[in-house]
C-alpha cells in the first residue's frame, strides 16, 4: 500500500499553473524529500494532499483511498506542518499537545501521556505551561511538530520544518523524523536545507514550475551545484521549446 500518491496534479491561480503535471509517491517507511525554488508549487502540492486546496485535474490518494473521499478514519492517519505550525495562542504547550491528540481521536489518558512524552522528547518542559502565543518562533515550531505527531500518524507532511529552529531544534526534527519512518510512516518533507534532508531522506525530488524536473541522490557531494544545474536546464530546455512553438505558428 502506497501512504500517498499525487498523480497529474494541476492547479492553477489566473494565468499561473502552481501544479503543472505533478506526480510523486511515498511509499510506507520512506522520508520523501522535495526541493526547489520558492514558488515551485511544493507548498500547493503539500495543500492539496490535505485538503487545504483544491486541484483542478489529477488527482491524491491517501493509503490507495482518493482523498477526495477520504473519511475520518484515514485522515487522523495524517498529520501535517504547512505555512504555519498548528497551536492555539490561548492554550497552554501541553493543552495543545492534548487537545491535538484528541482531535485525532486518542483517548484521553492517552493524550496526556503523549503531551508528556512529546514535551520531554522536543525539550519543551521549561514552557509546558506557558500560552502557545508567548513563545518564540523555535518553539512554537517545535509545539506544532508535537502536535502533529502525538498520534502517531502513518503520513506526515512537513513543509519546511526547520524555519526558526536552531541546531539543537533542527537535531530533535531530525530524531523525529527518522522514528517516524523507523516505525513504518511515509513522511513528505520539503526544505532548502540540501544538507539536511540529504542526511535522512531516502528520495530527494527537484520540482520546478509545478512539475518534477529531476530526481538527486541523498549523500552526493554539490547537490547545491546539481540542484541548480538541473533547474537552469530545464529553464533554458522550456525556453527553447516555446521558441520552437513559437516559429512554427510564424
Request: glycine fraction near 10%; include cysteine.
Amino acid at each position: 500500500m502506497t501512504a500517498l500518491e499525487i498523480r497529474d496534479a494541476v492547479r492553477a491561480y489566473g494565468d499561473l499553473r502552481a501544479l503543472d503535471g505533478l506526480t510523486l509517491t511515498v511509499e510506507p517507511g520512506e522520508i520523501h524529500a522535495i526541493i526547489g525554488l520558492n514558488g515551485a508549487g511544493k507548498t500547493t502540492a503539500m495543500k492539496a494532499v490535505v485538503g487545504q486546496t483544491r486541484l483542478d485535474a489529477g488527482e491524491v490518494r491517501l493509503f490507495d483511498t482518493p482523498a477526495a473521499s477520504a473519511g475520518p478514519a484515514t485522515l487522523a492517519r495524517l498529520g501535517f506542518v504547512i505555512d504555519q505550525p498548528f497551536g492555539y495562542p490561548e492554550l497552554s504547550v501541553r493543552e495543545n499537545i492534548v487537545h491535538a491528540a484528541r482531535l485525532h481521536g486518542l483517548p484521553m489518558n492517552a493524550a496526556a501521556a503523549a503531551a508528556s512524552s512529546w514535551i520531554a522528547r522536543l525539550e519543551l518542559g521549561p514552557w509546558a505551561a506557558r500560552r502557545a502565543r508567548g513563545l518564540s518562533l523555535g518553539n512554537r515550531q517545535r509545539l506544532g511538530l508535537a502536535c502533529v505527531a502525538a498520534h502517531a500518524p502513518d503520513l506526515l507532511i512537513l513543509d519546511e520544518p526547520t524555519n526558526a529552529l536552531d541546531p539543537a531544534g533542527v537535531l530533535l526534527l531530525r530524531d523525529v523524523i527518522v522514528a517516524a519512518a523507523g516505525r513504518g510512516a511515509g513522511v513528505l518533507v520539503s526544505s532548502h536545507h540540501l544538507d539536511e534532508v540529504s542526511r535522512i531522506a531516502h528520495r530527494i525530488t527537484v520540482v520546478h514550475a509545478g512539475r518534477v524536473v529531476g530526481t538527486l541522490e541523498p549523500g552526493q557531494a554539490d547537490l547545491e551545484h546539481r540542484f541548480f544545474e538541473m533547474v537552469r536546464a530545464w529553464d533554458e530546455d522550456h525556453r527553447e521549446d516555446a521558441h520552437s512553438r513559437q516559429g512554427a505558428l510564424a
